[in-house]
């Protein structure tokens, strides 16, 4: 016969209370967030009865002390790291000054289902609780996860309609040629009028610009501004870039192009570029009252992508008015393999001719002809010209005039000078430059070669400069330098070439 198994015990241990009521209660420190996305009014006034509420209701209660209100003024609650008083919050929490957090609604905490998450269990995991009030939701409560995820989803998707809604009203808006307001140096806002011209700060604008159409270099620029003492927007010194951004700004010459850029998403808030590819940009011209005249910022768009390294070598700045000897087409500026890197002038060979191939001439012999032929122009041969009927022709011998009047010779050819006064230059001769004026006169100058290989002369030109430079040009890239790569900078969001001396339009 089986012996019968004997069943475990089990013992209840559990601490005796002593039913004492006198025993003092722990007091919560219990912290109060508060959050508005816009700086608008109403919104304000809606912070400040939040904070004035969450005040009473601390106070309300015996067993409850106020740690403190945090309250984040005008920032969307989609990302967090732009959200100080959040994060100063957590700290405190971290710190051990808080145990406890109430909030209006989930929306309020965060619009952003991962991050509302991601904090909540972080607090639980430090023994902070949060209790939401719109939803009655306290997160010590079991059953809290599960519906803090659904809610958490919904106050995101919330989030993302009203931006889909304020997004396809600025669209509208920018449709109709209504542009967002954008602080810009040299122009205020007053009310309702947008762009007011700031007649101080315009005048630094247009000295920026005059400095840089008549050959300065931005660095030049900067140090100029500094021993003025005049600061940037920022009160600092002004830094080449800056100067970069300011001349290509189009809002100068009184136009606006509108949405150069867009968010990609409510919730990351990254901005991007805008190629049109996605969506369109909407150029306004004439928009407001410039402080820079379209021809002076259409000349220093030109000159900034003539200089620009990034194009590959600088076209500044005879590009667009130095023609080849032997097939018409442009010539592009380039740098040889000798001591110093000379820069030089050869064909682009877009008319396809391997016949000039080999032609190039030195930068320095073009300026030293220039100069040479600009002193050798006759005060009375233009004074002539600028009585004549056609008045184009006149207008720009008066032009011609005022500028050898200021300048009677000049030492550095400056782009300026080369767009008021040359139509064309050309080799007659490997030894003869020919220069159409606007004005209606051509100019023909020797030119005087300090050492033999540097006489352009095709074939014979390679060998008096040596196999190096033999090698050099047969194996370079064949249309890396063509003339499609000079083109202007992105001004308006849409790249156009530069303009031509046959009177192409330059937009």
Same mark, same amino acid.
């Given at each position: 016969? =089986? ?18 009521? /006198? ?15 816009? $700086? ?7 912070? $400040? ?19 403190? %209100? ?36 989930? @929306? ?22 949060? !209790? ?48 967002? &307001?954008?602080?810009? !140096?040299?122009? +205020? ?6 762009? %007011?011209?700031? $007649? ?31 600061? @940037?927007? &920022? ?12 001349? =290509? ?43 820079? +005249? ?23 700045? !005879? ?25 030089? &002038? ?15 001439? =030195? $930068? ?11 002193? +050798? ?79 352009? /002369? ?9 196999? =190096? ?24 969001? !849409? +790249? ?9 339009? %330059?937009?």
């Amino acid at each position: 016969m =089986k012996e019968k198994k004997q069943q475990p015990t089990v013992e209840v241990i559990q601490r005796q209370t002593t039913g004492c009521t /006198n025993a003092p209660q722990k007091i919560k420190r219990v912290a109060a967030y508060c959050r508005v996305s816009t $700086e608008l009014e109403e919104q304000q006034s809606s912070l $400040e009865l939040q904070m004035s509420a969450f005040r009473e209701q601390i106070d309300a209660r015996p067993d409850w002390e106020l740690a403190g %209100i945090y309250a984040d003024n005008g920032i969307t609650g989609t990302q967090v790291q732009n959200r100080t008083e959040f994060l100063r919050m957590m700290e405190d929490c971290e710190n051990g000054m808080i145990d406890y957090i109430i909030t209006k609604s989930i @929306s309020r905490f965060a619009r952003n289902t991962l991050e509302c998450l991601s904090y909540v269990r972080h607090l639980k995991e430090m023994g902070v609780f949060v !209790y939401f009030e719109k939803e009655r939701l306290d997160t010590s409560s079991g059953t809290s996860e599960m519906l803090l995820s659904i809610l958490a989803a919904v106050a995101q998707e919330e989030s993302r309609n009203i931006s889909e809604n304020i997004k396809w009203n600025q669209r509208k808006r920018f449709a109709e040629g209504k542009p967002k &307001w954008s602080a810009v !140096y040299g122009y +205020d806002k007053d009310g309702e009028l947008e762009y %007011i011209i700031n $007649e101080e700060k315009a005048a630094v604008v247009r000295r920026i610009f005059a400095e840089y159409i008549q050959g300065k270099s931005l660095p030049e620029i900067s140090r100029s501004l500094a021993k003025d003492g005049i600061v @940037s927007p &920022w009160g600092k010194v002004w830094t080449p870039t800056v100067l970069s951004k300011l001349l =290509k700004n189009e809002k100068y010459c009184g136009d606006v192009l509108i949405q150069k850029s867009y968010t990609v998403d409510h919730l990351t808030h990254k901005r991007v570029m805008n190629d049109q590819a996605v969506v369109p940009s909407y150029f306004v011209r004439d928009h407001h009252k410039p402080i820079v +005249d379209r021809k002076t910022f259409e000349l220093a768009q030109i000159i900034l992508s003539l200089k620009d390294r990034h194009k590959g070598a600088t076209q500044y700045p !005879y590009y667009g008015r130095l023609f080849c000897p032997i097939c018409g087409g442009k010539m592009i500026r380039s740098c040889i393999q000798e001591h110093g890197h000379p820069p030089v &002038w050869r064909c682009s060979q877009e008319n396809g001719s391997d016949q000039c191939r080999s032609y190039f001439i =030195k $930068e320095k012999y073009i300026d030293r002809a220039f100069c040479e032929a600009y002193a +050798d122009l006759d005060i009375q041969t233009l004074e002539k010209q600028a009585r004549r009927r056609d008045e184009a022709l006149a207008q720009t011998a008066r032009v011609a005039l005022g500028m050898k009047e200021e300048l009677p010779r000049i030492e550095k050819v400056e782009y300026y000078q080369l767009d008021a006064l040359v139509e064309r230059m050309g080799f007659q001769k490997w030894d003869t430059m020919v220069i159409e004026w606007t004005f209606g006169l051509k100019s023909k100058v020797n030119i005087r070669y300090l050492k033999e290989r540097d006489i352009p /002369n095709h074939e014979e030109q390679l060998v008096s400069v040596g196999s =190096k430079s033999l090698s050099r040009l047969e194996n370079r890239q064949v249309g890396r330098h063509s003339p499609t790569a000079f083109e202007r900078t992105n001004v308006y969001g !849409y +790249d156009s070439i530069v303009a031509l001396p046959d009177g192409e339009d %330059i937009l």
